[in-house]
Every structure is written in structure tokens, then in C-alpha cells.
């Protein structure tokens, strides 16, 4: 504030100072600052802020900081951009703002407030107003949800219903709304059905909470299957999607389709029952309904049979899925074949023909006076050969009418569904037919084995009677293919019999083949392959010549069945008589056959220079090995054994062992091989030696071989091996002198072996 003093005129003196003449009192109390806000609110996503203005009254000419705090329901740095705590006037001014920016976001909240408070600080005082609060308020909207639903759940194709797709929404209904969806299921848009607008969107009109979208089903006459129409709410703008599965309305076939049957299928011509044709009805059945139909088949109306009704149609009842026409047939005394009526459904109005849509009964005559007796062969099939066991049944007096025969298959040695096929079935066998054939599938395999045996057997025979003598069919499979001319054998058949007296010839194929030649001069070729050539020269079988090469196979003579001495020489190519009047060999090759098998007279059976096996039999042979490491099977009988160069083994696995002499045994280079099915008493373990050592023993004399405890005994005087069955007993029990190494050597337990 100033004080100014101006001189004025008066008496006696002139004015020198013209001017006022002013001093100023300096203010020195403290400012004083208020708040206010402006504009008191603003929105959260706006471009407003809120601006807080701090004033302050008194000197201004420094300036000065004033303190405050933040208060309110929102929060600094998290919904607005973060302020200090103190506001700064600049020197000279009145005024300080602070600026408070809302941070924008999607979340739908309240409003919320801002609260500046001035706190005291140095330099100033707090005045009147010392608060001020600014509101941000929230413009973030709840989107409406949409949920669908359908009613009717389902309607019929043809019918006036439609199926209605109501959408809502929930929340804010101001503004109108165009929502998405999808259209899905099995009918098909403009084909099955119609539906309201043209695109797959609907809109909530201005304060609507629901909108439909229609659908119109489009009749037809198509029998079909039930058919679906599928809603789907799909994303879009100003909602969110409340139903997230397909909504399914489903329109109902109403078509009528009609189908046919008959029952029983066949009756005797004059006999009481009757054909019944049934008309079957799907869909709607509410009206009567009249079908058309045609008549065929080999019988003829008002001849052979009279029907319900004079029209080819039948009327269903309102109401009902099934109408029926019955054929009755005339009873006459005429011998002819069974006949056939055949009803069809045929077009006509209201329906449409399904399926079947035809049905044949049958008229069966019952007056023939011709008594058909049916019987069933036996054959036999060479597997691998054969593909198929086909057996013919025969009508021993053939009939006018139709017959029929079940017919099953069974095994006896066969195995079903390995060996064969096993069938259930129904022979038909047409009038006036003496034979029908019955096919069974043989399965081959590559194994040679015994013949195979099954039946097929016949069972209710209609229009016939089956012989009770030949009700049964054998069928024999065979691994032998059996041939009165010069044959190979094919693939996948593993035997070869030659037939007849002819001087024919036989040659296998690449498997193991069994080949045997007849009472003819045989040229006889095993091929590759472990064969063996059959001989039962019992009888004459001629003069045969083998055909074998160094590299097809281990081959075996067999003379399984031959009651006489067998002589065979294996190392030679000259003809030989292998049995006295009644069988000469010839080799064409030397040393091309490993194995021979003699039967029960005194055989001679010479090896060669391959890896033999000799087998005698019955009788007193003489088995020599030659070079190579021989098997010398001696069998029942005391037989002569050599084994010549080579390890050689020395066999006793026969039940009747007599006492088979050893010309040339070597100890550590031969075996003497013991089978434990015939020496019972030995528990050792198979292999070399006795793994249990006790029942092996050497005594210097026979007489000791009796009182030894070693099941097995050899005596160092004689030669001589007993089998001691009782052991450590008086006597060899059952047991006796099985074998004499001629030449005394001496023997350990290591030139034994055990076998099964």
C-alpha cells in the first residue's frame, strides 16, 4: 500500500514540489493458496483431462512449491497417468496446474474419482477451498449376449408348421443388432427348406430383446430319411456369442412309401394255408390309401389260384400301416411242377414304392405219385491237385417237382477249416434231374501227411427220400496222386503211386516226395527235395532204375512191406536184384543215395561214401556203413553191423532187440546210442556219456554182468554189452546181452550217447 503527500498553496511561501510525493508500505504476511478442478469430470476414454488450477493470493514475486495429496477411488498410475505429490508456481504467477490423463481401457467398471487436497508446506498457507475432487467416468459398454433356441424341435415336411429360431439378447436393447450364424445339418437351403432373408445374419430391431429366423420346409414326395437343420451363432460385432453349440430343428419325412411280403413263402397246392401278401405302409397313415400292384409268376389266376379283391390293388385302412391280399390256391389232381405267384407294387397317387417292393410265393404240387430216392457218392482228392471235393447226388428216379437236400459236413481225421471247408448248405436239384453236384473247398498245405478223411451227409430231403446206405459221403484227402501213365508231379502234391503193369515212369517235384512204382520197369526221379522211393516187393515190381543227383536232397530207399530179403548196394551203378524174382535196381549216379529201410527178412543193406542210415528191421541183417559217418539201426534180430570209415553210430532203439555183433567198433570216434524208451532203467540226461556215472560199469567177465549195480555193462573178457535192468538186483531182470564188439576194445562211458 503507498502514501502520497502533494503540496498545496497557502500564505506566504510558493509551491517548489509540483508532485505528490508517495511512500509504499510493503506487504510482508504470507500467501495463501486454494484449489479447484475444472472440468469437474471427464471420460475414461476421452481426450478431456482433468485439470486442477492451485491460485495463490499475496506476493507472487517468487516461486514457490506448494504440497498436496492424491486421494479418490481411482488409482494413480494404474487408471490415470501417474502425478507428483507438489505443484511449483513459477515466479510472477498466480496460477499452477497439475493435469490428470485417464488411461483408456475395455473394462467395464464405475465411475471413479480423483481428490486433490492441499497439505502445508513453507511459504504460503492453505486457504478456502483446500480440495477438489474431478470424476473419470467409464464409457467401457457390457456387450449383450445372444442365446438361440428352436420351436418346434421338429415338424413334418409336408405339414404347415415351420421351425422357428428364436435368437435374444441379453442387457443394453437400444440400438438395433445384426447378429451371425451358420447354417449346418443334412437338409439342404432352397432344396429341403426355404428360410426368412437371404443371407445367414438376423436383427434385433431398436428395443427388441428377440429376433427368429424362419424356416419353411419344402414338400415333396421323396420317401428320404429324417433331415436336420443346424443354427450355429457365429462372432461378429456389438454382442457375444451366449449358445456355443449347434442348435438342430429336425424336419420328418411324411412320405408315404409302401414295401411287400409274403408269409408263409410257399403252401402245398391243396393243402388249407394260404399265401399272404402284406402291404407295409411308412409315415403318415391317417387316410385310407389305395395301392396299385401287378401279378406275374408261373401260376395263373383263377387256374391255379384264386385272390382276394378283382382289381390289381389294396386299399389300407385309415389308420393302418399294413394291408393284405391272400392267394388261395385250387386244389387239382395234375402232376406238374411247383408254381409262382409273383405280386409287385406298381406307381400310383399318395404313395411311393419302397423296397422290396416284390414278393414271389409258391404253389408247391403235392400230387406226384413219383418217389425220388437220393444217394451220395465217396470220391477221394488229391490235395494240392484238387482244388474243390466235388460229390455227386443222385435221384435214382428223377421227379417232375423240385428237390431239395441239406446237406453238412463233418471230420473224422480231417481237420475243419485246415484240411477243408467246413459247409452248411441246401442242394436244389431241378425236375426231371438225375444228378446235382455238391462243391467242398479242399485247403492244401505243403506237408506230407496220412490220407485225411471227412463226411458230407444228407439230411430233409422235401419231394424225396435219402438211401439210408448211402446217406453219408466219404471224401479221402491224398497227399498221393496216384497215375497208370507217365507223370510229374505237380506242385503242392507230394506223393507219386504209378498204377498198372505198364513200364511207365514217375518224377516228383521240388518238395519231399514219396514215390512208388508199379509192376512195370519204372524209371523212377525223386527231383530235388528229401524223397523216398516205396517198394513193397513182396510182389513183382520189375525192373526199375533210380534217377538221382548229388544235390537233390537226402533220399531213402523204403521197403516197408517186403516180406523177404532185401539186397541193396548203395555204392554201385550196375543192376542189382534187390529181391530175389521180384525187384532189380539201377543207380544211374554212384553215391546219390544216403538212406534204406528193410522191413522183416534177413536184408544186406551196403552204404556208400555219403552219410548213411541203415535200417534192417525184422530178421538177421548185415548192415555195412561204408565210409562216411554212418547210422546203423540193427532193429529186432541179431544182426551184423560194420560201420567202416568214419564216426559211426551204432542204434538200438528197437522193442525185440536180439544181439547185433559189431565188426569194427572205435572207441572215441564211434557211439554206441541207446534209446531210453527201450533201456527204461536209465535216468541219465540225454547226450553223450551217462551223466550219471553208476550206470556204467566194466567187469572183467559175462558172468559178472549179473551182479553189477551199472544198468548198462560191458564185459572186457567177451566183448559183450547187457542191458542190467534191475541194477544192483540178482539177474539182469528184464534186461540181456544186446550187443559184441568183436574186437574186445576197450570202452568208456564216452562212447555212449543217450536218445528218447
Known sequence: ??????????????????????????????????????????????????????????????????????????????????IPTSVTFAANSETATVIVDPTADTTVEPDETVALTLATGTGYTVGTPDAATGTITNDDVILPSITLAVSPSSVTEDGTANLVYTFTRSGVTTNALTVNYTLGGTATLNTDYTRTGTTNTVTFAAGSSTATVTVDPTADTTVESNETVALTLATGTGYTVGTTTAVTGTITNDDTSVTLAVSPSSVTEDGTANLVYTFTRSGVTTNALTVNYTLGGTATLNTDYTRTGTTNTVTFAANSSTATVTV?????????????????????????????????????????????????????????????????????????????????????????????????????????????????????????????????????????????????????????????????????????????????NGTGNAGDNKITGNSGNNILAGANGNDIYCFNASTLLGSDTIQETTTGGIDTLDFTGTNTAVRVNLGITNVQTAVTNNLKLTFSANNTIENIIGDSGNDRLTGNSLNNTLTGGGGNDQLTGQDGNDSLIGGSGDDLLTGGNGSDNFIFNSSNLGIDAISDFTPGSDKIVLSKAIFTALQSSIGNGFSQPAEFASVADDDLAATSSAFIVYSTGSGSIYYNQNGSAAGLGSGAEFANLLTVPTLMAADFALIN
Open 328 to 504: 388261395d390256391p385250387t386244389a387239382d389232381t395234375t402232376v406238374e411242377p411247383n408254381e409262382t405267384v409273383i405280386l409287385t407294387v406298381a406307381a400310383g397317387t399318395g404313395y411311393t414304392v419302397g423296397t422290396p417292393n416284390a414278393a414271389t410265393g409258391t404253389i408247391t404240387d403235392d400230387d406226384s405219385t413219383v418217389t425220388s430216392q437220393l444217394s451220395i457218392n465217396d470220391i477221394t482228392v488229391v490235395e494240392g491237385q484238387n482244388n474243390n471235393a466235388i460229390l455227386t447226388v443222385t435221384v435214382n428216379n428223377p421227379n417232375p417237382q423240385q428237390i431239395t437236400v441239406n446237406y453238412t459236413t463233418a471230420p473224422i481225421d480231417a481237420t475243419a477249416n485246415v484240411d477243408y471247408t467246413s459247409q452248411t448248405g441246401t442242394l436244389t436239384i431241378a425236375p426231371n434231374t438225375s444228378t446235382a453236384s455238391i462243391s467242398i473247398p479242399i485247403l492244401n498245405d505243403n506237408l506230407n501227411e496220412p490220407d485225411e478223411v471227412f463226411t458230407v451227409t444228407l439230411s430233409n430231403p422235401v419231394n424225396a427220400t435219402i438211401n439210408p446206405d448211402e446217406a453219408i459221403g466219404q471224401v479221402i484227402i491224398t497227399d498221393t496222386l496216384q497215375s497208370a501213365i507217365t507223370r510229374t508231379l505237380p506242385n503242392n502234391v507230394e506223393n507219386l503211386r504209378l498204377i498198372g503193369t505198364n513200364n511207365i
Open 1 to 82: 500500500e503507498t502514501v502520497a503527500l502533494t503540496l498545496a498553496t497557502g500564505t506566504g511561501y510558493t509551491v517548489g514540489t509540483t508532485t505528490a510525493v508517495t511512500g509504499t508500505i510493503t506487504n510482508d504476511d504470507l500467501p495463501s493458496i486454494t484449489l479447484a478442478v475444472s472440468p469437474s469430470s471427464v471420460t475414461e476414454d476421452g481426450t478431456t483431462n482433468l485439470v486442477y488450477t492451485f491460485t495463490r493470493s499475496g506476493v507472487t514475486t517468487n516461486a514457490l512449491t506448494v504440497n498436496y495429496t492424491v486421494g479418490g477411488t481411482a488409482t494413480n498410475g494404474t487408471d490415470y497417468t501417474s
